[in-house]
């Protein structure tokens, strides 16, 4: 198992490639996107930046969870991409492999749920009209002058 954090394009084969099992029966892989339409805003495209060494550690973290409540899953990966991602990019992919397809799905889930609250990975989004820079894991907060100071997720 492991997690990456990449600026080069995800590609999916690779992600299912690290999970596949002659074991595992199910693989689910989760594909997250960059849309044009938010909340009735065009985007343009988005730049995504993270606390790295961090942001490893709360994937890993993640992965940990799952094989804690799901034992029969046999592999679980992440990948985040950061940098500057057009429409219809991927931004994250995570795959888990399971005997089972419900293990699967369930962990998969969890996973980019867990990601969304935890991990930090921040979002600049830049529309037609105007940018700003989102952070959706708990504790912080939509940040329109810049993204949020390392020192800020230590509090």
């Not at 890993?60 to 990019?89: N, S």
């Amino acid at each position: 198992m492991g997690c990456t954090i990449t600026r080069d394009p995800i590609k999916i084969d690779e992600i299912y490639q690290q999970v596949v099992r002659r074991e595992a029966g199910a693989v689910t892989v989760f594909v997250g996107t960059v849309r044009e339409l938010t909340h009735g805003k065009k985007t343009l495209y988005l730049e995504y930046e993270a606390y790295e060494s961090m942001a490893l550690k709360k994937m890993e973290q993640i992965i940990d969870e799952i094989k804690q409540k799901w034992p029969a899953v046999k592999q679980a990966t992440m990948i985040h991409r950061i940098g500057r991602l057009e429409i219809t990019d991927i931004a994250i992919a995570i795959a888990v492999s399971s005997p089972h397809r419900p293990d699967a799905y369930e962990a998969n889930r969890y996973a980019i749920e867990r990601v969304k609250e935890l991990v930090p990975i921040w979002k600049k989004e830049h529309w037609e009209d105007g940018e700003k820079w989102i952070g959706n894991q708990q504790g912080t907060k939509e940040y329109t002058a810049g993204k949020p100071e390392e020192s800020d997720l230590l509090e």
